[in-house]
């Protein structure tokens, strides 16, 4: 498929609040692409002289890598600034940070705790921030996982997906990416547990625009019946582990993804994850490795979005 004259329209991606249905369209055409086209020689001049920062206060695996190995497939070059060997940690503020980082790189990519830091960021950056996940937030995640979906589903829209567990950060962009594409989503969460009732009310509000239901109930059970989707994620976000003594019993109890709940699935059904996973907690062995789970494909679209989103950003009216 030929991406003509691509634009983005957006100077930064923190959450899917920034992009619109035919944005995300977009983000997801030109990473078929630049999937198909990994080992072109082409590919490897799209990003060439081009240099992103990537600020990391949290951990990471595969943010940091699949970033990484996606500027550099592209020709670019990544710095890794940790965050305890940066200024930022010595309480150098944000926005001198953002200024100093624009007069050097190209685009940044940030992983923080608060929401606000990364949005501080783009304000005063005059470069292309991209929110590489935040307690709020994961846009790169949702957009890989809708690219998955597509793949393995051939549509998005009119599709039924069902979150098990904790109305997290990487649940807040997804329900915004289901909503504006047209996917049903249903949220099964305890009560203490659910996405904010702005964010749920801003989810329903884009949902009416596609026709898609969007839900939040308590009990799995309802959620799992005949999902095309089910996705889970860790009870335990990176920064809540001291909670776990709370978290575990109220979300092992009812909100593990195993073959039980499987079972109500549609008999194609695939399981998400985006991963770290912790086995026999939110999901059991069984589920995650077995046939039905795509979070391979899922890790790996990772890249091929990101690569994407630094192209729209970084320059756009692009043609590929
Ligand atoms: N899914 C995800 O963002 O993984 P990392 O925390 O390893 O980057
Ligand atoms: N919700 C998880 C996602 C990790 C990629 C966290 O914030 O730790």
Redesign the pocket.
Known sequence: MKVNKANLSTKDLLSLQDINARQITLVLKLARVLKKKTKCPRSRELLRGKIVGMIFQKPSTRTRVSFEAGIYQMGGNAVSLNYNDIQLSRGESIEDTARTLSLYLDCIMARVYDHTDVQKLANFANIPVING?S?SF?PC?ALADLLTISEYKGQLKGLNLAWIGDG???CNDLLLGCAKTGINMTVACPKNYRPRDELIQLAKYEAELTSAKVMVVEDPIIAAKDADVIVT??FL??GKENESDVREPIFLFKYQVNRELMKLTKRDAIFMH???VNRGKEVTSEVIDGNSSVVWSEAENRMHVQKAILLLLMKPNISL
Do not use: G, Y
Request: aromatic content about 0%; hydrophobic content about 30%; overall charge negative.
């Open positions: 996940l307690d994961h995640q997290n950060n990487v994620d860790t976000s990176i985006c991963l770290p």
